[in-house]
């Protein structure tokens, strides 16, 4: 059975949303986002996501219940492994998946991540360390960076 509450994160509202107990999506709200009262499994969601914000969380360990390509599956996973306060390229990353001739396909795969900040799409920037494309935003891709101490001070 599905559940989905509201996150109030720094720069504003994610929705969560959980199946028996298996993280599947954090993302950017929307008005038409069907959502209640956090469960006791979105209760601890959100506080591995108030460890985070607050500076006292590096990982996550949630259990997760991810839906894509075999493909996305795999960049998702190689995501997982990008530590705290790192950034990759997108040419880093497909060379990591084992083909640098993937990097448009691993872009894409990047922002079809459906679990944002647990899967640390947002510390992939582009080949000339600027930062690009973020699916939760490019001010929240700014703050995430900012706290992880991995933005360089001329992208401030």
Avoid at 12 to 41: A, K, M
Avoid at 135 to 144: D, I
Wanted: charged share 15%.
């Amino acid at each position: 059975m599905q559940h989905a509450a509201t996150y109030k994160a720094p720069w504003g509202n994610l929705y969560v949303q959980e199946s028996n107990g298996h993280l599947q999506q954090i993302r950017t709200f929307s008005d038409t986002d069907l959502v209640s009262e956090p469960n006791p499994f979105l209760t601890a969601v959100f506080l591995q996501l108030d460890e985070y914000f607050a500076g006292k969380r590096q990982t996550f360990d949630l259990p997760l219940e991810l839906q894509g390509t075999e493909f996305q599956l795999q960049v998702w996973e190689l995501l997982k492994h990008i530590p705290y306060g790192k950034t990759l390229s997108y040419n880093q990353l497909a060379t990591a998946y084992g083909n640098p001739k993937t990097i448009r396909a691993v872009a894409a795969a990047n922002g079809a991540n459906p679990i944002l900040i647990v899967i640390p799409c947002h510390r992939v920037i582009g080949s000339n360390g600027q930062l690009v494309g973020y699916a939760g935003g490019m001010t929240a891709k700014r703050q995430l960076l900012l706290l992880e101490g991995a933005l360089p001070p001329e992208l401030f």
